[in-house]
Every structure is written in C-alpha cells, then in structure tokens.
C-alpha cells in the first residue's frame, strides 16, 4: 500500500514537505501535476492539482526518487510547498481521496527502510533518536550509530559466535572423530574473548542511556529552602511557584534542559518534613523516590534547618551536592556538623556562590557521561539482549567443561540469536511497533 504523510512540523511554516511512498507514487504524482514524472533526483517546480478538480493548489518542487534507491527503498516523493494549513490540508485530502495511498503511521518511512533492507535496525533507532535530540552530545552519539560502527561491532562478535559454533557442529556431525585438543581451546578461547568483549561494550549502556533520555538531577530538602527558586535559577524561567508558605509544592515538578550541552532532567520535590497531611506526605514520598532514583541530588537547606540534619544521612552520596542558602539572612554556627559534606554556601537572592554550585554540577555531569566514541549500548533493548548472550555463552562453557556439544550447540545458536536481536538479522517483529511508534508520523 502507498502512504502519505506531511513530514515537517505542523502549524504554518516557510515550507512544508511531504512524502509519499509505494508503488502508486508515480500515478499520483502525474495526477497532482498533469505531467509527466520530473527527472529522477531533480528538483522541479511543478504547479500541484486538486485531482478531483483540477484546481490549483500551490505551486512547489517535486522531488521523484524511484525505488530502490530511495530512503524506504520503495518509489518515493516529497512534495515542496508554502507550509499553508490550508495547503497541507488540501494535498493530503487529495491524495487520500484517490483511495490510492492512506496515511502514514508512526514512524511508518523508516520501518519501510529497514524492512526493505536500507537501513539496520540500530541505525532505525539512531534516527528516531537524532530527530528526537536537543543536544549537541546527543546529537553526536545518534550520529555515530547511524554511520554504522555499532551494527557493526554487533555483527563482527555475531559472525564469530556462528565460527565457533561451526566447529561444535563440526564435532556433533563427525561423533566418531575426536577434535584435536587445540580446537577445543581455541573454542573455549574465543567464546572468553567474546564474553569480554561484551562485558566490556555493557559498561557504556548507563553513559549512553544518559546521553539518550537525559541525566536526571533531583533538588530535595525541608520545606523554604529554596528548592524551587534553584529549580527556576537552573531553568532560566518560573517552572516552579515560590512562597513563604511551606508546603507550597506537593508534586513532583519536572523540567528538560539543555545544559552547557549536556540533556538533563531535573525535578523539584515536595519539602521532606514530618507532615500529618496525607497529600502532603504521598509528596514527600515520591521526593524520596526520585532522590534515589536520580543520577545527581542536590540537597538545598538553610541554617535554621537544623531538625534536618537527621535525613542527610538517608539522601548523602558520593553523587550528592550539599547546599546551604540564604547565607545572606543568617549565622551559620553549625558549619562543623556538615563539614563531612563538602557543603556549598549560597545565597540564591543575591546571586552568592552559584558559579561555584554551577561548576560542582557540571563536574558531575562530565564525570558520569564523559562521551566516547565506544559507546555502542544507548537503550536498555540492547542491554538485556546482550545480558541474555552472556547468560548463554555461560551456558555454553559449562556444557562444554561436561563434554555435552549437543547442548552446548543450542545455547551458541541462542547467544548468536541474541546479538542478531540486536541488529535485526532474526525475527523481531515483536519490537518492531514499540521502536517506531516513537517516531513522529512524517518519519
């Protein structure tokens, strides 16, 4: 079936595109135009049809990309025009009306690449996760993927499980026949140099996940710190409503950044306090909950909050800023209880010490997601398909200690299966709608 589908932003623009793509995208294309097909990769300024009517509706470049060398590998279109809604709306509604394409679902464009063999499917989710990037960092490790050194990182260690496996069945074919021992060892070498490998490759997957979905920062501490005038500070905009009155947030507020380049999440909770009130403390309890869940806390108190000095111990890590506002307003004469924190002084008020709160921040942003041209894991998919390989190399190497190839055999053509997951050379089918339903529907 042929499909459409606008590919540029909604709402009125300069331009916008759409695509169609199938096999009847050459018959509407002459139909929209009354033309022949324009040049193969040329773009040409044709004047756009109502089909039904013959009415213009805009004039635009029309790009025709026969298949297969097109980006879904089937013939391919993009219409060029004003980005009118009422245009948009005209030429989709057009084309619909033929009962010769529909439209597109989610992510429908790129699934046809990789179905017909364009695109793998690592490179599949880099694009979605390019499309979807606001950082330059994220942009970069989507790019990486996209060029293929992933896809073939994965296959490299695939096609040497599928030797070692050929020697195994070369023992299971020929019973009678004894291996020499130094095709044993060598087996036994080369599933240990692989398992390294892979063990080494799942040490990127947090580094990675964080530069994917973002490093999730979580600002805690007692009611009137001035947890929600930081959460402000860092967004550059009133995310969060500032009141004398304790207890004003409740909820967890959440906002994206883009932080010196680097894509963080940070969440402003509910005042941790001894509170009767019932909404007020299924509050406190998701603050716990996303301290511990958090990649950074920080930690805001002031002097007076000495009856909070109790719960540092609950919140304090080696991933945890300490800071004490409103240094401006009052004495701080208990500063040896908190030494052991490395604490930052600040006062949000006057601008006091939030370079120095800044600098810590970023510190531990680049720490934790120092960027490597290695990191070939950026999705928890790929994570337990590689945890399930290992599991059966594992497998493998026990059966093969107890002289049972049979055995041995199949948990090898599992842990082969499992990077071919990854990759896309086995069946899966199964993921195929939870990786593109993230797409936007143009792409």
């Known amino acids: 079936m042929t499909i459409c589908a606008l590919s540029t932003g909604i709402g009125a623009s300069g331009v916008a595109i759409i695509r169609i793509s199938g096999p009847e995208t050459s018959s509407l294309i002459k139909s929209l135009t009354n033309k022949a097909l324009p040049k193969p990769r040329e773009a040409t300024l044709l004047e756009l049809n109502n089909i039904n009517n013959s009415r213009p509706i805009d004039q635009g470049i029309v ?13 391919m279109a993009e219409l060029h025009v004003h980005g009118s809604k009422a245009v948009v709306k005209e030429l989709q509604e057009t084309l619909l009306s033929t009962k010769k394409c529909r439209l597109a679902e989610p992510g429908e464009f790129t699934k046809l690449a990789f179905l ?11 694009i979605g996760d390019l499309i979807a990037a606001e950082t330059e960092i994220q942009m970069e490790q989507a790019q990486n993927i996209i060029k293929g050194k992933s896809f073939l990182k994965f296959n490299e260690l695939r096609e040497k499980l599928i030797k ?42 947090e580094v990675g996940e964080k530069i994917r979905s973002g490093y999730k920062i979580a600002i805690v501490g007692p009611p009137n710190s001035g947890k929600s005038t930081l959460m402000n500070y860092l967004s550059k905009r009133n995310v969060a409503i500032v009141s004398d009155v ?65 719960f540092l111990n609950d919140l304090f890590n080696k991933n945890t800023i300490l800071v004490i506002n409103k240094s401006d307003l009052n004495k701080f004469d208990v500063k040896d209880r908190l030494n052991k924190y490395d604490p930052i002084s600040v006062s949000f008020l006057k601008e ?3 370079d120095e709160l800044i600098n810590r921040i970023k510190k531990n942003l680049i720490t934790d997601m120092k960027f490597s041209d290695d990191i070939f894991v950026t999705r928890e998919r790929h994570k337990n398909n590689l945890k399930e390989c290992l599991i059966n190399l594992q497998n493998f190497r026990d059966k093969t200690e107890a002289l049972d190839f049979d055995k041995g055999a199949e948990d090898l053509r599992l842990a082969q299966v499992s990077l071919g997951k990854i990759v896309g050379k086995v069946d899966v089918e199964a993921i195929l709608g939870s990786i593109f339903n993230d797409f936007c529907i143009g792409k």
Request: hydrophobic share 40%.
């Open 63 to 75: 790009l025709w990309f026969p298949g297969p060398k097109s980006y879904t590998g089937e013939d």
């Open 116 to 126: 017909n063999g364009k695109i793998n499917l690592l490179q599949a989710e880099a």
């Open 164 to 205: 070692v496996l050929s020697k195994i069945e070369a023992k299971i074919d020929f019973p009678d026949e004894d291996l020499p021992s130094n095709v044993l060892d060598d087996v036994k070498k080369d599933v240990s140099i692989i398992e390294n490998e892979i063990k080494k490759i799942l040490l990127s997957y």
């Open 246 to 310: 304790a207890g004003t947030t409740r909820d967890v507020l959440q906002t994206n950044l883009n932080f010196y380049g680097y894509p963080v999440i940070i969440s402003d909770t509910a005042g941790i306090r001894d509170s009767k009130d019932l909404i007020e403390k299924e509050g406190i309890k998701l603050a716990f909950k996303k301290a511990e869940e958090a990649d950074l806390r920080i930690v805001v108190i002031e002097p007076k909050n000495v009856d909070f000095y109790g």
């Open 352 to 354: 006091k010490n939030i």
